[in-house]
């Protein structure tokens, strides 16, 4: 009888695994921008994966008050492997964050089984509150990876 | 050319312009009245109204239409010369249209200004957040092909 019952676990953990793989990975994955000591008022990046491995799924806001909603991106995005994200706000500058940030976050699926996407980052604008340009630095992270 | 190249030939130039050709009278009225009748006009034949008076007058559709002409022109340049979407929405004239343009003009609609880039007929926040969709649209680029 412990046999039997041995022998059903084991099926069942078969079937769950399988079930789990075949359906892939889902992940999330937190888009970061250090803006250093300048309040961030808007920037605009452009994300993908250079593996082709991840799908995206939908996009999150960020953490600051200023950031939280989801920013602009291409429906047409989602399932791919790019992605374009932008965001403003016309607050006062001290209302803006400033350093590190987590601007965004990615939900995506990766269907290949042990697959892990190569995330490159591109900043194509980023302003402060009265529109300047400034110099930022982005980055993508797993979560709880950073 | 040098004399001493061509001897011959100089001579025989020299002999023609000395020699004097006859042509006989009848000849010469002939070959002249021949000539005139091939460049004469042929109304000048069957009309005797002065020359200004047989010239037609233009008719209706001659008459309009280079004007006709000039203000299609003009309009097809009109047409080009406006500024479109994507010149009106380069807010900061970097020749890209990207957030930082969403930016300008969300704070160009706060201060009651700004301009109607999504043709609602209003000028609000929806204009900026019309550029700010059309910055992160993946068509734009060449990573368009790589989403692919």
Same mark, same amino acid.
């Given at each position: 009888?412990?046999?039997?019952?041995?022998?059903?676990?084991?099926?069942?953990?078969?079937?769950?695994?399988?079930?789990?793989?075949?359906?892939?990975?889902?992940?999330?994955?937190?888009?970061?921008?250090?803006?250093?000591?300048?309040?961030?008022?808007?920037?605009?990046?452009?994300?993908?994966?250079?593996?082709?491995?991840?799908?995206?799924?939908?996009?999150?806001?960020?953490?600051?008050?200023?950031?939280?909603?989801?920013?602009?991106?291409?429906?047409?995005?989602?399932?791919?492997?790019?992605?374009?994200?932008?965001?403003? /706000?016309?607050?006062?500058?001290?209302?803006?964050? /400033?350093?590190?940030?987590?601007?965004?976050?990615?939900?995506?699926?990766?269907?290949?089984?042990?697959?892990?996407?190569?995330? /490159?980052?591109?900043?194509?604008?980023?302003?402060?509150?009265?529109? /300047?340009?400034?110099?930022?630095?982005?980055?993508?992270?797993?979560?709880?990876?950073? | %050319?040098?004399?001493?190249?061509?001897?011959?030939?100089?001579?025989?130039?020299?002999?023609?312009?000395?020699?004097?050709?006859?042509?006989?009278?009848?000849?010469?009225?002939?070959?002249?009245?021949?000539?005139?009748?091939?460049?004469?006009?042929?109304?000048?034949?069957?009309?005797? !109204?002065?020359?200004?008076?047989?010239?037609?007058?233009?008719?209706?559709?001659?008459?309009?239409?280079?004007?006709?002409?000039?203000?299609?022109?003009?309009?097809?340049?009109?047409?080009?010369?406006?500024?479109?979407?994507?010149? %009106?929405?380069?807010?900061?004239?970097?020749?890209?249209?990207?957030?930082?343009?969403?930016?300008? %003009?969300?704070?160009?609609?706060?201060?009651?200004?700004?301009?109607?880039?999504?043709?609602?007929?209003?000028?609000?926040? !929806?204009?900026?957040?019309?550029?700010?969709?059309?910055?992160?649209?993946?068509?734009?680029?060449?990573?368009?092909?790589?989403?692919?």
């Amino acid at each position: 009888m412990k046999y039997i019952r041995g022998v059903i676990c084991w099926v069942l953990l078969v079937a769950f695994v399988e079930t789990i793989t075949a359906h892939g990975a889902f992940a999330v994955y937190e888009v970061y921008v250090d803006s250093g000591s300048k309040a961030l008022a808007a920037y605009q990046v452009r994300i993908w994966d250079e593996e082709g491995v991840a799908k995206i799924l939908s996009v999150e806001g960020g953490e600051p008050p200023a950031f939280q909603a989801p920013p602009f991106f291409d429906p047409k995005a989602i399932q791919k492997n790019v992605i374009k994200l932008a965001a403003f /706000r016309v607050d006062a500058s001290e209302q803006l964050p /400033r350093g590190k940030v987590r601007v965004a976050s990615l939900h995506v699926e990766i269907p290949e089984s042990g697959a892990r996407p190569r995330w /490159r980052v591109v900043i194509e604008a980023a302003a402060t509150a009265d529109g /300047r340009k400034i110099a930022v630095r982005a980055s993508v992270f797993k979560k709880d990876e950073e | %050319m040098k004399e001493e190249n061509h001897p011959k030939l100089e001579k025989a130039l020299r002999a023609l312009a000395k020699e004097e050709i006859f042509v006989p009278r009848e000849r010469d009225e002939r070959m002249l009245g021949a000539i005139r009748a091939h460049f004469e006009e042929p109304t000048a034949v069957v009309s005797d !109204r002065p020359r200004l008076a047989r010239r037609r007058t233009p008719s209706v559709w001659q008459h309009w239409l280079p004007l006709a002409a000039a203000i299609v022109i003009a309009g097809l340049i009109l047409y080009f010369a406006r500024p479109t979407e994507r010149q %009106m929405a380069d807010l900061n004239r970097d020749g890209t249209v990207d957030v930082i343009d969403a930016l300008l %003009m969300a704070k160009e609609v706060q201060r009651g200004k700004g301009s109607d880039i999504n043709h609602d007929q209003k000028i609000d926040a !929806r204009d900026a957040e019309e550029i700010a969709t059309l910055a992160v649209r993946l068509e734009r680029g060449p990573w368009a092909e790589e989403a692919e």
